[in-house]
């Protein structure tokens, strides 16, 4: 082999010409003795460079050059490799050049020759969209169902995912349509993942599985849905795909859960009304609340809560570490007071659980204590049965004799809180005499016990609790109004009556005071408004989570209902 004309990136003089496209300049230097098959430092020879550039005359000029000694020694010609073993007919295909394509293949070009990284003349003509090409190399027998690059994609795989449609429709009649590349993902999957619309329509009409499932298990309505194609998810749910196959191998997730976790609104409706609604509630489920509350998708969360799922759910302390979506929801704020997560699970009448109600009492903010109590209704204790409560009332969701008596069991364990919280609640129409616990007695603030004896008979104290106000008292732990030495005044003794007629919950929340035959300037009054309330005047907290962790491990449960 001739190298003589080669120096560093340049190339052989029949090779430049072939280039250009001079058949005359080719003619001329084969003629005065040039090799036709010198290679430049790729390993190019003028055969490549003339079917790369499209130059069927040059290309004729060099095959007859190369054959004029044997036939054999033109099928060497026309099938030599350059150095990343591309050959002649792969440059042209892959560039589009038909008519050199054809040229090549009647000389006896290699139709299936494989290039270093696995491609071959069929797929560069894949690849470049090159229809016409695609149609003569299927029709001349080209292998169709052979794993290309690293990742064993097929033609089918690259037409797909490319979008070409029109050679798509010539390949589905020639291609294994179920055709896996290294992760199991098909043709049609390729489609659903990028969004391929049209090809994906005539894989399913061409008979692929629409419920393949990759190696990882997501199915073509998984990916697809988790890329927002809104289109391709219509389509595959009218023909056939089950949003209800389980797509992962650690828990059990479904096409649904992967809209919310994404946030495609339009996705998300449309499964809302194919998917079984079991998932939402039933055991060994998750529900597609935890996964939009997580991503922070609160638009998800809303039109979820909208169509039905439980603001409960399910427990998935086994499968996720989570136990409630509420849980999660207040876990995951972060610069807000709450999240809008929390406020719509909240509003939808989210079970607040015991560690729920540390976040929203063990602090000095009281943004969340008052959500709650805007959507929560406080029973009085004498209406309440156990595991039963009016689900609703004056438009809001009724605490849960659970739920009160965790309430309370925080409350007390939360006292250097109290002046934060406790004004809210007893204006909320909390019966003031569930605070008056041995603990709240001994650990709160003077001002706290102040303001919370104001709210009671203090005469009529158990004499337990008044023996532990005496100590606190010569302790001088506490300074004690002076009006709690004497018998409360009538006018006191009689808002409190007014208050165990109507109920706490009543004369706190409603106007109903405004209904009694008293003058208006008593309404603040009966409604306990002129008592001042107390100041929080401790440090800022530890962050919360280390409360729910120290709660856990040294809360000992005080039963207070």
Request: charged share 20%.
């Amino acid at each position: 082999m001739d190298f003589t004309e080669c120096y560093g990136g340049t190339v052989s003089r029949v090779a430049a010409a072939a280039r250009s496209g001079s058949r005359k300049r080719v003619r001329r230097l084969i003629r005065r003795g040039f090799s036709v098959d010198c290679r430049d430092n790729r390993g190019w020879n003028a055969l490549h460079e003339a079917a790369a550039a499209g130059s069927t005359e040059c290309v004729q000029e060099l095959l007859s050059a190369a054959g004029a000694g044997s036939s054999h020694g033109c099928r060497a010609y026309v099938n030599t490799l350059t150095h990343e073993g591309e050959s002649a007919c792969y440059l042209a295909a892959q560039r589009g050049h038909l008519a050199v394509v054809r040229l090549l293949l009647k000389a006896h070009a290699n139709i299936d020759q494989l290039t270093n990284d696995l491609s071959c003349p069929l797929y560069a003509a894949v690849d470049g969209g090159h229809k016409e090409i695609v149609e003569l190399l299927v029709s001349k027998g080209a292998e169709v169902n052979r794993k290309h690059t690293s990742s064993w994609w097929t033609c089918l795989h690259q037409a797909v995912y490319k979008g070409y449609s029109e050679i798509v429709r010539i390949l589905v009649n020639v291609c294994n349509l179920e055709a896996l590349d290294d992760h199991k993902i098909s043709p049609l999957f390729v489609a659903a993942q990028y969004g391929q619309q049209e090809c994906l329509e005539i894989l399913v009409n061409a008979g692929a599985n629409v419920n393949i499932q990759a190696a990882d298990l997501a199915t073509p309505l998984l990916i697809a849905s988790q890329e927002g194609h809104q289109a391709c998810v219509d389509f595959l749910v009218d023909h056939g795909a089950d949003p209800n196959i389980n797509c992962s191998n650690d828990w059990p997730q479904l096409p649904i859960h992967a809209a919310a976790e994404f946030g495609h609104i339009g996705v998300l409706r449309r499964l809302i009304a194919v998917t079984d609604c079991d998932c939402g509630h039933i055991d060994g489920m998750v529900s597609p609340l935890y996964v939009a509350i997580y991503s922070r998708q609160s638009k998800c969360v809303e039109l979820l809560l909208k169509e039905g799922f439980s603001p409960d759910a399910q427990d998935c302390t086994h499968t996720l570490g989570l136990r409630s979506p509420l849980s999660l929801a207040l876990c995951h704020t972060t610069n807000k007071p709450f999240s809008e997560s929390v406020r719509l699970l909240v509003a939808a009448g989210a079970t607040v659980t015991e560690e729920n109600w540390i976040y929203a009492l063990a602090t000095d903010k009281t943004d969340l204590l008052q959500l709650i109590l805007e959507h929560r209704w406080i029973p009085r204790p004498d209406t309440l049965i156990k595991d039963c409560s009016v689900p609703h009332h004056h438009g809001k969701t009724v605490l849960k004799l659970q739920e009160l008596r965790e309430l309370l069991c925080v409350a007390l364990d939360q006292v250097h809180f109290a002046a934060c919280w406790l004004p809210l609640l007893l204006k909320a129409g909390l019966e003031p005499s569930l605070l008056l616990q041995a603990h709240m007695l001994e650990q709160a603030d003077s001002d706290v016990l102040n303001y919370l004896l104001e709210f009671v008979n203090w005469s009529t104290l158990a004499a337990p609790l008044k023996h532990i106000l005496d100590q606190r008292r010569v302790t001088k732990t506490c300074e004690p109004c002076q009006d709690f030495d004497s018998i409360p005044c009538l006018s006191h003794l009689c808002r409190l009556k007014v208050r165990a007629v109507l109920g706490p919950d009543l004369l706190m929340r409603t106007n109903v005071v405004q209904q009694l035959p008293v003058p208006s300037p008593l309404h603040g009054f009966l409604q306990f408004r002129s008592i001042q309330e107390v100041s929080y005047r401790h440090s800022s907290p530890p962050p919360l989570l280390n409360l729910i962790q120290e709660y856990h491990s040294t809360h000992q449960h005080r039963h207070v209902i």
